[in-house]
């Protein structure tokens, strides 16, 4: 069946612009697509290998050589071109990554019982061989390892793939243009490894109708007749075609002169971007937009679309931070630096963005906008530094300025609070506070050795660390452990010649000990008892610190929070670190105290996650004063709950304060067989010291299912 056709996509510019640039200049080094799922990511990639012209491979050649320059170090080599018969063709590759491949898949991997027991080493390519002159789409590339990101971003920059393996070396050319794609909602990149993306773009569906309409109705009309959608738009994918491989011959041709490499190299240091990749890619995507264009020196036009690609996701300093790019300065960078020669007219199939100002580029604003008609756009990929919505005020007047001392009227006493829970319309008085900047801590470590996904928090057998042992599975050959398995069984086997012969049942392989990622879940108490301004910034830069530590680590981390009459899964356990900071900063507090039901959540939460996810260990810290006050039995249920829990890993952070206490999260701590934080206590000196506090005194303690109800939250009721 024919792909969707590349130029039958609707909107997407930037994506567009983006995998035409890095297809004509492969050094670029690859393209990241952000954006949320069903934004046609997937769609647009596959649709470009059809935009690709068929390449001469060199026959038999399991490498895809070039007969025009063939691979001197291929495996598969030396290869004799003379004749006519060794060269055959095939159509440009895209090979897809799933998200599951291992190592070897990825790398290609070596038949060791033949090495060893013949003397014959035996290379079974994978798929970085296969996508050799093509492209490699990785789809939730995010998901995948980051050792494995590693190597397939050290292939795209090198060209090479190079497999060392118990003292054999193979190494084969990989010449690919590296493509991935990711829902920021399921976790982030890690710095190191998003900068190494050439370019990066976001994208987002359509907010205006027509635009929406549009989609739906060229997707059907592909799903009744492919065939006969793709002939529609036959003419256009030719002209797109050729006009790819026009502006790859035109490449080399292209001028970047003095001014306009000066004129790069200000714009990267005024965007303070680490290092000089980002130069680098700025200045190869300026000469291929130019080659894009049919010009043959590169323009101010030219550095702007490259800049506007290869420059956002480089300024983020922390995982918190929107990428983005403030393009008033974008201009005003340019405003000095002249065309050397005019715009020819613009090619009815570029996929650039249209001009700003003109209609099209009116109609994408309002469909990439909001429904007012606002150019800032929606969801969770929508930039942080937006003017924060208003604080609504309590019935007692303006939210107290953070740092000064509360008042009766904005941090009353727990008697006042436990009167003000009680009458009608409590859950009304709401206080939004904001959170402080975050700060290092200690490392939360759970004891024992796990067996978890690869990460920087716990001991674990992983697939990386310090060989402790040898076994039947294990990610590198043990050739000791395999000689010593083998050696009872040679006389047997009729052994000849001095050689040592093996079975399958003998090869041994490495036991790493390293360290795991691990489950934190938070459930932060969000009723009026904790509505002080001044209590709730102390909590949320604590909570948020610890997330960066989260992000640091490779954990998981899941948000609970609770006031009200129930509890909210606000984020449900994910690694993307930093939209649990968003719901975090956006949490209102006020209300009764569902105290029952927001543990009641968080052991449903663990237990499930026990099921997805086995071997993760989790971590559990409940923020609150203890008090309950929803529902009849509040305090009775919420003992109950904590009962269920006990034996779990788990922290209580006391957020009471006041000179009179009624010591509830004391005696929450108690049932729940888990250590205690009082806030209030090292509030003197300052919430870094709190929160170093609250990661010290957690200790991990194995959390079984088996020991608690399958529906506390039914039982809560």
């Given at each position: 069946m024919?792909?969707?056709?590349?130029?039958?996509?609707?909107?997407?510019?930037?994506?567009?612009?983006?995998?035409?640039?890095?297809?004509?200049?492969?050094?670029?080094?690859?393209?990241?697509?952000?954006?949320?799922?069903?934004?046609?990511?997937?769609?647009?990639?596959?649709?470009?290998?059809?935009?690709?012209?068929?390449?001469?491979?060199?026959?038999?050649?399991?490498?895809?050589?070039?007969?025009?320059?063939?691979?001197?170090?291929?495996?598969?080599?030396?290869?004799?071109?003379?004749?006519?018969?060794?060269?055959?063709?095939?159509?440009?590759?895209?090979?897809?990554l799933p998200v599951g491949a291992t190592e070897d898949r990825v790398i290609g991997s070596l038949d060791l019982e033949q090495a060893l027991g013949a003397g014959h080493v035996r290379y079974e390519p994978g798929l970085l061989a296969d996508a050799n002159r093509g492209i490699l789409y990785v789809d939730e590339v995010n998901l995948l390892h980051d050792h494995l990101v590693d190597l397939l971003l050290d292939a795209a920059a090198m060209g090479r793939n190079s497999v060392e393996r118990d003292g054999v070396s193979i190494s084969h050319a990989a010449r690919i243009v590296l493509i991935g794609t990711m829902n920021p909602e399921e976790g982030e990149l890690r710095p190191q490894l998003l900068d190494r993306f050439g370019l990066t773009v976001e994208v987002a569906a359509p907010r205006d109708p027509r635009l929406r309409a549009d989609v739906v109705r060229r997707r059907l009309a592909y799903d009744l007749d492919p065939e006969g959608f793709a002939a529609t738009y036959e003419a256009e994918q030719q002209a797109t075609r050729a006009r790819l491989a026009d502006a790859r011959d035109r490449l080399d041709a292209v001028l970047l002169d003095e001014a306009a490499l000066l004129k790069i190299a200000e714009i990267c240091a005024a965007f303070e971007v680490d290092g000089m990749r980002a130069d680098i890619v700025t200045a190869r995507a300026a000469s291929a937009h130019a080659a894009w264009n049919g010009r043959t020196r590169v323009t101010k036009d030219d550095i702007r679309a490259a800049a506007r690609l290869a420059l956002p996701h480089r300024r983020r300093r922390n995982p918190f931070d929107a990428p983005g790019l403030d393009e008033e300065l974008l201009e005003r960078l340019l405003d000095d630096l002249d065309d050397p020669e005019p715009e020819p007219d613009p090619d009815p199939t570029d996929p650039e963005p249209p001009a700003p100002g003109s209609e099209d580029d009116?109609?994408?604003?309002?469909?990439?906008?909001?429904?007012?008609?606002?150019?800032?756009?929606?969801?969770?990929?929508?930039?942080?530094?937006?003017?924060?919505?208003?604080?609504?005020?309590?019935?007692?007047?303006?939210?107290?300025?953070?740092?000064?001392?509360?008042?009766?009227?904005?941090?009353?006493?727990?008697?006042?609070?436990?009167?003000?829970?009680?009458?009608?319309?409590?859950?009304?008085?709401?206080?939004?506070?904001?959170?402080?900047?975050?700060?290092?801590?200690?490392?939360?470590?759970?004891?024992?050795?796990?067996?978890?996904?690869?990460?920087?928090?716990?001991?674990?057998?992983?697939?990386?660390?310090?060989?402790?042992?040898?076994?039947?599975?294990?990610?590198?050959?043990?050739?000791?452990?395999?000689?010593?398995?083998?050696?009872?069984?040679?006389?047997?086997?009729?052994?000849?010649?001095?050689?040592?012969?093996?079975?399958?049942?003998?090869?041994?392989?490495t036991v790493s000990e390293g360290r795991e990622s691990n489950l934190v879940l938070f459930v932060v108490d969000a009723s009026g008892s904790m509505a002080a301004r001044r209590r709730m910034e102390a909590v949320k830069t604590a909570v948020l610190s610890l997330l960066l530590d989260a992000y640091q680590r490779r954990d998981k981390v899941g948000l609970v929070t609770f006031r009200g009459t129930d509890a909210t899964l606000a984020l449900p356990p994910t690694t993307s670190v930093d939209t649990a900071a968003r719901r975090l900063e956006e949490l209102?507090?006020?209300?009764?105290?569902?105290?029952?039901?927001?543990?009641?959540?968080?052991?449903?939460?663990?237990?499930?996650?026990?099921?997805?996810?086995?071997?993760?260990?989790p971590l559990l810290v409940v923020v609150t004063d203890g008090r309950a006050t929803a529902g009849p039995d509040a305090l009775a249920r919420a003992r109950r709950i904590a009962g269920f829990l006990a034996g779990g890993d788990a922290v209580v952070v006391d957020c009471e304060t006041g000179r009179f206490r009624m010591g509830l999260a004391a005696d929450l701590a108690a049932r729940m067989r888990a250590d205690l934080v009082d806030l209030g206590d090292v509030g003197r000196d300052g919430t870094e010291a709190a929160s170093r506090t609250i990661v010290d005194t957690v200790r991990h303690r194995t959390y079984d299912t088996a020991q608690h109800p399958t529906d506390l939250r039914r039982k809560a009721a």
């Open positions: 024919r792909s969707y056709p590349f130029s039958a996509v609707v909107g997407s510019d930037d994506m567009r612009l983006a995998l035409v640039l890095t297809t004509i200049s492969p050094a670029i080094g690859g393209v990241l697509v952000r954006g949320e799922k069903g934004t046609a990511k997937s769609t647009t990639v596959r649709a470009l290998a059809e935009l690709l012209p068929p390449q001469d491979v060199v026959a038999d050649c399991r490498f895809g050589c070039d007969p025009a320059a063939p691979d001197p170090a291929c495996p598969d080599g030396p290869h004799d071109v003379a004749s006519a018969t060794s060269t055959t063709t095939r159509p440009a590759r895209l090979v897809e009116q109609v994408d604003q309002e469909g990439q906008g909001h429904p007012d008609g606002s150019d800032t756009p929606d969801g969770d990929d929508a930039p942080t530094d937006r003017p924060a919505p208003p604080r609504p005020e309590t019935a007692n007047g303006p939210d107290q300025a953070p740092g000064t001392d509360p008042t009766p009227e904005t941090d009353p006493t727990p008697e006042a609070e436990a009167q003000d829970a009680d009458r009608p319309g409590a859950a009304a008085r709401l206080v939004l506070a904001s959170a402080g900047q975050p700060y290092r801590t200690r490392r939360l470590e759970a004891t024992g050795v796990g067996s978890g996904e690869a990460g920087r928090r716990s001991r674990a057998i992983t697939s990386q660390g310090r060989t402790v042992g040898a076994g039947p599975e294990g990610r590198t050959l043990h050739l000791p452990a395999t000689i010593r398995a083998a050696a009872p069984h040679q006389a047997a086997r009729g052994r000849s010649s001095g050689k040592l012969r093996l079975d399958a049942g003998d090869l041994r392989r209102p507090s006020g209300g009764r105290t569902p105290l029952a039901e927001g543990l009641a959540m968080a052991a449903e939460v663990l237990r499930l996650e026990k099921i997805r996810d086995p071997r993760r260990r």
